[in-house]
């Protein structure tokens, strides 16, 4: 805090000469040895302890919003360090953080699992530094082999193994955490129940994709993601979601697995998927209360399943005889039927329902019957911090005449232009060039990672500015899967993304992720920091979070403005990115910004127990 200024000088006193003179010189020099001492802590380290709150670490941006005035990064200046977080933050998610919920005195309805929804800090609440990884955190096992096995110091939490013991979710062997592939409802194993699931909707040789119809499956309450792990293997992808509940870090242990999964909740929000985005749902044993609040959380299902989508039930409620359980089948056989849905099939333990293809029966229901049918103004893509409705969203008429989505079967549909493109008014033709254009990116990329990258590097991917998912389909061929971010001011696209038959999600960069720390082996970012910077968002604060999602030995694929590379390159030995990197002039496309750009490539360090000290 600087000292308050001395008082005006008495005509008496002449220059630095006198006593008052002398007063004045020691003043100066203690003020310039406490702004040299703060400038020093400020640029190495944590002198102030490892959690060090503040909203900008650095208050530096290439030209900053008017809000908060920059101060301009020195031309020679590399920042050798950035404060590390203390050990007990290792798993932090910021807005995911029920300790920040007490901190802020937050009233939140327990009920209505409003707790389990994002909640992030404010800026003076914000931990602006570097996750660090847990005691002995070893390079994660590589996929395949990592759906059946993970090291045990990664992610060191055995509660789940004893407390599902019974249903082979996992078990602790040494150092390392199996997975048999069992669930709650199916303790034989996930691949089994998968094949069972088909015949019960009499599909061509026990294939659950149904020759390739069905692609999309949404997995609520997906414990551990075996379901979604063995999906795979039937070209169908899963996107597994689970809150950060009792059951210790279930989804944790799904993405270190390398199986797609997202940390979210059935809430007071709706999901941040548009609508008609899956063929499937799946509620294995998934502990929801179908039936509150007039069934909104079943109809936030309707909402993202397509026409002729299946929800898949396995719970007692659809098999026990019992007076509690045929009262709770009963009243939820009820509300499946109002809202048009029939059942498929049922079978031991298992009922099958399917939505309608048309609008035909929602044309038969009653003014005042419950649900209702949602009004005119309610836009059903809409995801983003939408409060749900308990009412049934009707087709378009397009749908309606069609009788269906009029998507192809994948793998064509990927490259296909979707139908809904000309809901956000792109041509089909803009579609094709993206997709070419995407692969030449991806191209050059591997070609500038050729030396340093193996065939198993990357596993979990994630674009966090995926426009259409020309990145992701370019990847079609490597073994890996990409969560496609969508920024939440251009939520539309990722109805083509879900289209496609790929998986993604809307975000606000300005906020953090909902993921745990070192869930992802590569990040691409495309014109990020330029939006970021845009919105009068923290440039650091986006890096860091980067880190805190990115695996030690992780990749970055940043592409952007010159300026802005310029300025990630001075925070690279700071942030730990200087395994090795590259960078390149990419060649000028439809998709260049105007700007030159540049594309810069980075690895991120594998700590040591040096690099975990506070420097």
Same mark, same amino acid.
């Given at each position: 805090?600087?000292?308050?200024?001395?008082?005006?000088?008495?005509?008496?006193?002449?220059?630095?000469?006198?006593?008052?003179?002398?007063?004045?010189?020691?003043?100066?020099?203690?003020?310039?040895?406490?702004?040299?001492?703060?400038?020093?802590?400020?640029?190495?380290?944590?002198?102030?302890?490892?959690?060090?709150?503040?909203?900008?670490?650095?208050?530096?941006?290439?030209?900053?919003?008017?809000?908060?005035?920059?101060?301009?990064?020195?031309?020679?200046?590399?920042? #050798?360090?950035?404060?590390?977080? &203390?050990?007990? !933050?290792?798993?932090?998610?910021?807005?995911?953080?029920?300790?920040?919920?007490? =901190?802020?005195?937050?009233?939140?309805?327990?009920?209505?699992?409003? !707790?389990?929804?994002?909640?992030?800090?404010?800026?003076?609440?914000?931990?602006?530094?570097?996750?660090?990884?847990?005691?002995?955190?070893?390079?994660?096992?590589?996929?395949?082999? #990592?759906?059946?096995?993970?090291?045990?110091?990664?992610?060191?939490?055995?509660?789940?193994?004893?407390?599902?013991?019974?249903?082979?979710?996992?078990?602790?062997?040494?150092?390392?955490?199996?997975?048999?592939?069992?669930?709650?409802?199916?303790?034989? /194993?996930?691949?089994?129940?998968?094949?069972?699931?088909?015949?019960?909707?009499?599909?061509?040789?026990?294939?659950?994709?149904?020759?390739?119809?069905?692609?999309?499956?949404?997995?609520?309450?997906?414990?551990?993601?075996?379901?979604?792990?063995?999906?795979?293997?039937?070209?169908?992808?899963? $996107?597994?979601?689970?809150?950060?509940?009792?059951?210790?870090?279930?989804? =944790?242990?799904?993405?270190?697995?390398?199986?797609?999964?997202?940390?979210?909740?059935?809430?007071?929000?709706?999901?941040?998927?548009?609508?008609?985005?899956?063929?499937?749902?799946?509620?294995?044993?998934?502990?929801?209360?179908?039936? =509150?609040?007039?069934?909104?959380?079943?109809?936030?299902?309707?909402?993202?399943?397509?026409? /002729?989508?299946?929800?898949?039930?396995?719970?007692?409620?659809?098999?026990?005889?019992?007076?509690?359980?045929? *009262?709770?089948?009963?009243?939820?056989?009820?509300?499946?039927?109002?809202?048009?849905?029939?059942?498929?099939?049922?079978?031991?333990?298992?009922?099958?329902?399917?939505?309608?293809?048309?609008?035909?029966?929602?044309?038969?229901?009653?003014?005042?019957?419950?649900?209702?049918?949602?009004?005119?103004?309610? &836009?059903?893509?809409?995801?983003?911090?939408?409060?749900?409705?308990?009412?049934?969203?009707?087709?378009? *008429?397009?749908?309606?005449?069609?009788?269906?989505?009029?998507?192809?079967?994948?793998?064509?549909?990927?490259?296909?232009?979707?139908?809904?493109?000309?809901?956000?008014?792109?041509?089909?033709?803009?579609?094709?060039?993206?997709?070419?254009?995407?692969?030449?990116?991806?191209?050059?990329?591997?070609?500038? $990672?050729?030396?340093?990258?193996?065939?198993?590097?990357?596993?979990?991917?994630?674009?966090?500015?995926?426009?259409?998912?020309?990145?992701?389909?370019?990847?079609?061929?490597?073994?890996?899967?990409?969560?496609?971010?969508?920024?939440?001011?251009?939520?539309?696209?990722?109805?083509?993304?879900?289209?496609?038959?790929?998986?993604?999600?809307? !975000?606000?960069?300005?906020?953090?992720?909902?993921?745990?720390?070192?869930?992802?082996?590569?990040?691409?970012?495309?014109?990020?920091?330029?939006?970021?910077?845009?919105?009068?968002?923290?440039?650091?604060?986006?890096?860091?979070?980067? &880190?805190?999602?990115?695996?030690?030995?992780?990749?970055?694929?940043?592409?952007?403005?010159?300026?802005?590379?310029?300025?990630?390159?001075?925070?690279?030995?700071?942030?730990?990115?200087?395994?090795?990197?590259?960078?390149?002039?990419?060649?000028? &496309?439809?998709?260049?910004?105007?700007?030159?750009?540049?594309?810069?490539?980075?690895? *991120?360090?594998?700590?040591?127990?040096?690099?975990?000290?506070?420097?």
């Amino acid at each position: 805090m600087k000292p308050p200024p001395p008082s005006p000088p008495r005509q008496s006193n002449r220059g630095w000469g006198g006593a008052l003179g002398r007063h004045r010189a020691f003043a100066c020099v203690l003020v310039a040895a406490v702004v040299a001492i703060a400038l020093l802590c400020l640029f190495h380290g944590a002198a102030f302890g490892p959690t060090l709150r503040r909203r900008h670490p650095l208050r530096v941006r290439l030209r900053g919003s008017q809000a908060h005035a920059p101060v301009p990064v020195p031309n020679g200046l590399v920042l #050798s360090s950035l404060p590390v977080c &203390d050990a007990m !933050h290792s798993e932090l998610i910021p807005c995911l953080d029920r300790g920040l919920h007490h =901190q802020l005195r937050l009233r939140l309805n327990l009920s209505l699992m409003e !707790h389990y929804e994002r909640h992030c800090p404010p800026a003076d609440r914000r931990l602006n530094c570097l996750t660090p990884p847990p005691a002995g955190y070893m390079v994660p096992i590589r996929w395949p082999r #990592s759906r059946d096995e993970v090291w045990k110091a990664n992610i060191p939490h055995t509660h789940l193994a004893s407390e599902k013991s019974d249903q082979r979710w996992m078990v602790v062997n040494g150092n390392k955490i199996n997975f048999p592939g069992g669930g709650t409802h199916f303790h034989t /194993g996930a691949d089994k129940y998968i094949v069972h699931l088909a015949q019960m909707l009499d599909f061509p040789n026990g294939k659950l994709n149904n020759q390739g119809n069905i692609r999309n499956v949404l997995d609520v309450g997906c414990g551990v993601a075996s379901f979604g792990a063995y999906l795979l293997s039937h070209d169908i992808i899963a $996107m597994s979601v689970a809150p950060n509940d009792v059951h210790e870090n279930q989804i =944790q242990f799904a993405l270190e697995r390398g199986i797609p999964s997202t940390l979210g909740v059935l809430g007071t929000r709706r999901l941040p998927y548009p609508s008609r985005s899956f063929e499937m749902a799946h509620c294995s044993r998934c502990r929801i209360d179908w039936l =509150q609040r007039d069934g909104i959380l079943l109809l936030e299902v309707d909402r993202v399943l397509r026409p /002729g989508g299946y929800f898949v039930y396995s719970s007692p409620e659809a098999y026990a005889s019992d007076p509690a359980n045929r *009262k709770i089948w009963k009243q939820m056989s009820s509300l499946a039927r109002r809202m048009c849905w029939r059942i498929a099939s049922r079978k031991d333990q298992t009922v099958i329902w399917v939505k309608p293809l048309t609008n035909w029966c929602y044309m038969k229901i009653q003014p005042g019957a419950l649900p209702p049918m949602c009004g005119h103004d309610d &836009d059903p893509d809409a995801a983003w911090n939408v409060l749900m409705k308990a009412c049934i969203t009707p087709y378009s *008429k397009r749908v309606n005449k069609v009788k269906g989505s009029e998507l192809l079967p994948w793998p064509h549909r990927l490259t296909a232009p979707p139908p809904r493109l000309e809901e956000i008014g792109i041509s089909s033709k803009n579609f094709s060039d993206d997709n070419e254009i995407w692969h030449s990116r991806v191209a050059q990329y591997w070609k500038l $990672m050729k030396s340093e990258i193996r065939k198993d590097s990357f596993r979990n991917v994630m674009d966090m500015n995926a426009n259409l998912g020309g990145f992701a389909a370019s990847l079609r061929t490597k073994d890996v899967w990409v969560m496609n971010v969508v920024p939440f001011m251009e939520s539309g696209k990722l109805k083509i993304i879900y289209d496609r038959g790929l998986i993604g999600t809307i !975000h606000n960069w300005c906020e953090s992720f909902s993921t745990y720390p070192r869930t992802y082996d590569l990040l691409h970012a495309w014109l990020l920091f330029s939006e970021m910077e845009n919105q009068g968002c923290s440039l650091e604060d986006l890096l860091i979070e980067m &880190d805190r999602v990115m695996r030690p030995h992780g990749y970055a694929i940043i592409r952007d403005k010159i300026a802005v590379i310029n300025y990630i390159k001075k925070l690279l030995p700071a942030l730990r990115w200087d395994d090795w990197s590259s960078e390149m002039k990419p060649k000028e &496309d439809a998709l260049s910004s105007g700007d030159e750009e540049s594309v810069l490539i980075v690895r *991120k360090k594998l700590w040591d127990d040096e690099a975990l000290q506070v420097s």
